[in-house]
């Protein structure tokens, strides 16, 4: 339940010590980091590819298969969170535009007294 | 700044009811919800495909690609919180767990004093 | 069945022509056109991300659905056309090598005589 | 220059032979063919990710990288061959049509003559 306590900003300032700490930032470019992000979901792909739906939904049941996702998840999100970090847009600040957006391109269904 | 104080947990949720009321939940099996991923990172790749490193730093300086890239962002971020609700792996646990298995594998340099 | 007669090196040819006379070639990197690879496969993910298995086999008897197929499809091939014009890399020849690799990797399984 | 007399059908017939033969062809839907198709790309990606537009330019004549990119071209070639072969989408029609397509929208700028 680690979600729910630690705030996103946690998270990439973790990443960016780690990154920092290895000498890694001249290489992270955003350019680059796009494309490490193609290379990391590549991976998530790898994994699900030649599931049907149901073994998907029962993947994360599976440790062997869990703990591959989780890593891969991990990679994703590490490199979505050095991306927010290097072009110094807030990931909450642009989510919460984008569902603005979004909630007007997908209108959600009226309800069940018709408005 | 709301990084700062927004729990990825409150992403999660949030983004879980904005697909719930629209009765997409039936679509996002794990395996979806990978390629709806790599769907959103190509828009993000398109965006940059063409840019040097230069241009690419300095891409969020221009409004209109700092937009463009602040909505793919907010859609690839989505996409991983939906993941994380979906398969049940928490995402601040995920990323704990990778970073302690990437430390082994890229220890850090050894400091100025030589340990 | 215009496959069964055109050689790939016509279409390596007729893909770099086209870009030549648009002054595309600066751009035409292997890294920049890896990166426009992940952005076509991105739009091919995009047409397929919430089908069924079945829909998805059936999906290119849809008029509409195989025209957007077909066009994405051939926007990943040119891409793979140029990567192999610029890298020198015959994909003919890449394609064969790859082929016993593969075939290494992975045997046949033994015929119904049991050897 | 063997891409020089190889019809693009001879690589179709020679991958649905491989996939055949190993009972692979249940797994090739359209839709896990096009995840797969995103999960070799990442591998080129990968490949790519770090290096600048020199020394991605150089990359083809360092031997380990130009037999590391022409393993994964073959791996992506074969995968738009089999997406071809299963939806039925000949690749060089499917190539042609959006070639004229491409021209309309990007027309070639105009003679130094001016016309």
């Not at 000498?23 to 992270?28: D, T």
């Not at 994360?60 to 999100?77: G, K, M, Q």
């Amino acid at each position: 339940m680690s979600d729910a306590t630690t705030p996103v900003a946690a998270h990439k300032d973790a990443i960016r010590a780690f990154a920092a700490a290895r000498g890694w930032e001249p290489y992270h470019t955003p350019k680059n980091l796009v494309m490490a992000l193609a290379s990391e979901v590549g991976e998530l792909c790898e994994v699900f590819r030649w599931l049907t739906p149901d073994e998907s939904r029962a993947a994360p049941a599976d440790p062997r298969l869990r703990e591959a996702i989780a890593d891969e998840l991990a990679d994703v999100a590490n490199i979505v969170f050095l991306l927010s970090a290097h072009t110094g847009i807030d990931l909450s600040d642009a989510i919460r535009a984008k569902l603005v957006k979004n909630a007007v391109k997908y209108p959600p269904p009226a309800g069940p007294g018709g408005e």
